[in-house]
């Protein structure tokens, strides 16, 4: 256990608190227990470690942060951590990796069971079960990206707030700094934040990221057998290729050699591994093994490290739109295949000389336009939806 205690030290004195995810100021910190589901990468270790240093820092031992993929708990179990660890005077633990563990969920639900006095907070893989207190990290929003590089603050926006003020939000923002110097940057290599580490550092964490769903995740926490990944990744390339699409579900079966219904599972894990996302028309995507009517790559930083070509600069902001939506908003598709938000709003994906005319539409319609800095009325530049988390 005091190597534990020392690896965990270790961390928290490399651990800074400049920038922290907004994520941190939504969770409810007085929860007995709080889960945190994310992709590899996009911060949920750094996150805990920061909540720490921030709130234990009259007494950091009441506190322990353990990922529980360390050779410590190959001879020793949770039930005997947390014995030690409230004997000698904690109240808080800090779980990481927790999806390693073996029956990590019964395990944990132990824990908070038989010891009251305990705060537990555990953090895995984006296919962990939904619980209580349950929240999902996803990637960098464009206003993250900037407030690291920037190294200032930029407040959050209601979408409502967006879409009924944007000229005074976006004249004000560009008034502080220019959103297209950075933009285009966010779209390549922004969404993860180990983006400090370089571009070359940068891929290689993606793939990384990607290998551990398809490889450990997907089989771990969805019981695949380890015969079904080759052909799930395959999937994946094919999907990079083409996405964003209407996908034809008997032509993807039939290419990967897999039945129709296998295959609809297929793409249900890779969305729900937070690598594709999955868009409907109405209703009809309550279903689990319902074809969807179009498909995205999760986010366009995936498109530009999968694709084996340029991806489309409009399909990279529409996977940009959806993904900066899709964390707080129902998103559906209309018939004519744009984007219907939470039941209410149409948004449209317009350039040029057509977004002017698409613009004087009535009703909840609004344009996202790709190469304006301010907005007005119902002209939303596309950038500023990236300050709603």
């Known amino acids: ?74 001879d020793n179990s949770l039930s005997h951590l947390a014995d030690q660890f409230t004997r000698r005077g904690g109240t808080h633990l800090f779980l990481d990796e927790v999806h390693k563990y073996p029956k990590w969920d019964q395990a944990v639900k132990s824990l908070h069971d038989n010891f009251p006095g305990l705060s537990i907070v555990y953090a895995g893989s984006s296919l962990l079960e939904n619980h209580a207190h349950t929240y999902d990290m996803q990637g960098l929003s464009f206003r993250e990206y900037l407030a690291f590089n920037t190294n200032r603050e930029y407040p959050i926006f209601s979408l409502e707030d967006i879409l009924t003020r944007t000229e005074e939000i ?60 080759p052909k799930i990744r395959k999937l994946l390339a094919v999907i990079s290729k083409v996405s964003p699409c209407a996908p034809n579900v008997a032509s993807l079966a039939s290419h990967i050699g897999v039945a129709r219904q296998t295959l609809l599972s297929y793409l249900k894990h890779l969305e729900e591994g937070n690598l594709i996302v999955l868009l409907y028309k109405g209703a009809r995507g309550t279903g689990s093994l319902v074809k969807p009517d179009r498909l995205y790559l999760e986010n366009s930083n995936l498109m530009h490290d999968l694709m084996d070509h340029e991806a489309a600069p409009s399909d990279s902001l529409e996977t940009f739109v959806l993904n900066q939506l899709k964390k707080d908003h129902d998103i559906k598709l209309t018939a004519s295949g744009d984007f219907l938000v939470d039941d209410r709003h149409t948004f449209r994906m317009c350039s040029g000389n057509r977004k002017q005319k698409r613009a004087k539409d009535e009703g909840n319609s609004y344009i996202i336009a790709d190469d304006i800095e301010i907005g007005s009325s119902r002209l939303i530049p596309v950038w500023l939806l990236g300050f709603l988390y």
């Open 1 to 74: 256990m005091e190597r534990l205690f020392e690896h965990y030290r270790n961390k928290l004195a490399f651990t800074k608190t400049a920038f922290v995810r907004s994520l941190e100021q939504n969770i409810d910190w007085k929860s007995r227990l709080i889960g945190i589901r994310g992709p590899r990468g996009v911060g949920k270790s750094n996150l805990m470690l920061q909540h720490i240093k921030k709130a234990f820092k009259e007494d950091y031992s009441r506190a322990l942060y353990a990922s529980l993929d360390d050779l410590y708990f190959a």
């Open 170 to 229: 976006s004249a004000e923002i560009a008034s502080e700094i220019k959103p297209f110097k950075y933009f285009d940057n966010y779209l390549r290599m922004g969404y993860y934040p180990f983006f400090i580490l370089g571009e070359k550092n940068y891929l290689s964490r993606m793939n990384e990221t990607i290998n551990m769903i398809l490889d450990i995740e997907l089989p771990i926490l969805r019981n695949m057998e380890t015969s079904s990944i």
